[in-house]
Every structure is written in structure tokens, then in C-alpha cells.
């Protein structure tokens, strides 16, 4: 009997400790979305990019993607997002979907213009850039080399040795 009580209490401060990491991790993790003014980019692509994604500035969260569609007259995506309203954006500002790390999520960066109009809430960032698609650079670097020949001719035989062995 005197077993299954200290199983019981183990087991309790185990869980409790689990809690406690949970709430710690959540608190720290910069979850919650910034609520602020919205703005609009449109991108000829958005891999990746999902909505409750980060919107950062020199790599600090200052927003939130809080919806994405797509445009049905020139069927660009549309990204909608809130952006903290202490950060005022010049009018020339531009937004692009970059990766977190090699493997890591994506995220939409601001990169600030030096315009003195400001975006207002509910404008459309002009200038954006869609991410980088990497299998379409292996398939180009791949492809390249085998259109110029270069993969194709062999080596040439050392002097004096049948079939280019030593």
C-alpha cells in the first residue's frame, strides 16, 4: 500500500513539472498574435507561409499573418497581416516571404523604405518578393551543366597509358 502512495505522489510532481514547462515554454515562445493595423502584399507565390506565421523587421516579431486568399482577377496571393502600431511603415517598405533556417517554417519580412509617407492601416505594400523555390535552383544547377557539355566528355588519357588507367 505504502508503494502505490509514493507511485501516486511521483507520478503527481511529474505531471506538475510538465505543467510547469508547458506554461513556461508558451510565455516565452512569442505565440500570440500582434494586434495592430493591417496591411495587404500580394505575391506571385507564398509557399509555406501560413496564417498565425510571424511577420518580423530585423529578425523581431512585430506581427501576424491573419489571413491569406487569392486574388481571382490575376490569381496573385493575397496576405493579409497586423502590424504592431508602434511600427510605422514608410510607403516604399517591402515585404518578402523568407525561411527560418535550412529546414526551419517561413515568415514574412518587412524590409523598410526611406519614402517620408507612411503606410496607413489597410494599405497594399508594393513591393514584395515571393520565396525562393530551392528544387527549381537544383533542377536549373543540374540541368545547366549537362546543356553546356561539360558532364559528357572524358577525360583525356595520360600519354603512355591504354584507357586512361594508371
Do not use: C, W
Request: no cysteine.
Amino acid at each position: 500500500m505504502r508503494r502505490n502512495v509514493i507511485e501516486t505522489v511521483l507520478g503527481a510532481v511529474v505531471l506538475l513539472v510538465a505543467a510547469l514547462f508547458v506554461i513556461f515554454a508558451y510565455s516565452n515562445a512569442s505565440l500570440r498574435t500582434v494586434s495592430g493595423y493591417t496591411l495587404v502584399a500580394k505575391f506571385d507565390r507564398v509557399d509555406g507561409l501560413n496564417t498565425g506565421s510571424d511577420v518580423k523587421m530585423s529578425g523581431i516579431k512585430v506581427g501576424t499573418i491573419t489571413g491569406q486568399d487569392l486574388d481571382p482577377k490575376s490569381y496573385l496571393a493575397v496576405v493579409h497581416l497586423s502590424v504592431d502600431p508602434r511600427i510605422k511603415l514608410p510607403a516604399d517598405s517591402a515585404a518578402e516571404v523568407v525561411s527560418d533556417g535550412l529546414l526551419g517554417g517561413k515568415y514574412l519580412s518587412l524590409v523598410p523604405g526611406a519614402d517620408t509617407k507612411l503606410l496607413e492601416a489597410g494599405s497594399e505594400i508594393k513591393f514584395t518578393q515571393s520565396p525562393i523555390n530551392l528544387e527549381s535552383l537544383i533542377g536549373q544547377l543540374l540541368f545547366s551543366n549537362q546543356k553546356s557539355g561539360d558532364g559528357d566528355k572524358a577525360a583525356p588519357a595520360p600519354d603512355g597509358v591504354p584507357g586512361g588507367t594508371l
